[in-house]
Structures are given as C-alpha cells and as structure tokens.
Nanobody
C-alpha cells in the first residue's frame, strides 16, 4: 500500500519560512507525479504546487509563485515544499499527494494517494 507522510508544518511569523517534507513508501515513487495541496475551513482543497516524475516540470498556483519551491529527491522517495515569505493567507492544512502517472495534475481528483496533512499557521 502506498503511504505518504507529511512533516515540517508549524507556527511561523509572517515573512518566515518553512520546509515541508513528504516521505513515501510502498510504491514506485520515482514514477509518480506529485503535488502539494492545501485546505482551509469552508474552502475546497486547492493545488499549491506539483512536480512530474523527474522534477523537470513544475506547477505553482499564482498566489505562491516566487515564494514556494517544490522539489523531489527520488533517491529518498521524498518530495519537498520550501515556503518562503509566508503570509497569513498561507495558513492551511497542507497535503501531499501522489498519482499513478509520471505527469502531475492540478486537481484533487487527479491524485490517487494522500498524506494525512500537516498544519501550517502563519501569524501576522
């Protein structure tokens, strides 16, 4: 069974940085497209960033462009989200997701496997 475990969330002041990690097991990580999503109460889960199987193609939602960086280390079966210049509106539960395909997707329904989520809270 494919398992994804996020870590690295926490409380940070506006302007600060966090790095989220997603460790995977039970699958062929190097052949999966990966994504980071976030969700706040009362809102739909939304794409934050995504990356294809090699890391050669990435996607970022407009609100995080220039601030967040998605990367992957296939030797460690881990995907990362580096978050800089954090804003209060970045506060959310962040989820790691994997899909059974080498390309990334931008919708939750594009993904087959999900982590448990990690809370990111940015204070003003």
């Amino acid at each position: 069974q494919v398992q994804l475990v996020e870590s690295g969330g926490g409380l940070v002041q506006a302007g600060g940085s966090l790095r989220l990690s997603c460790a995977t097991s039970g699958g062929t990580f190097s052949s999966y497209g990966m994504g980071w999503f976030r969700q706040v109460p009362g809102k739909e889960r939304e794409i934050v960033a995504a990356i294809n199987w090699t890391g050669g193609r990435t996607y970022y939602t407009d609100s995080v462009k220039g601030r967040f960086t998605i990367s992957r280390d296939n030797t460690k079966s881990t995907v990362y989200l580096q978050m800089n210049s954090l804003k209060p509106e970045d506060t959310a539960v962040y989820y790691c997701a994997a899909r059974s395909g080498r390309a990334y997707g931008i919708l939750p329904r594009d993904y087959d496997y999900w982590g448990q989520g990690t809370q990111v809270t940015v204070s003003s």
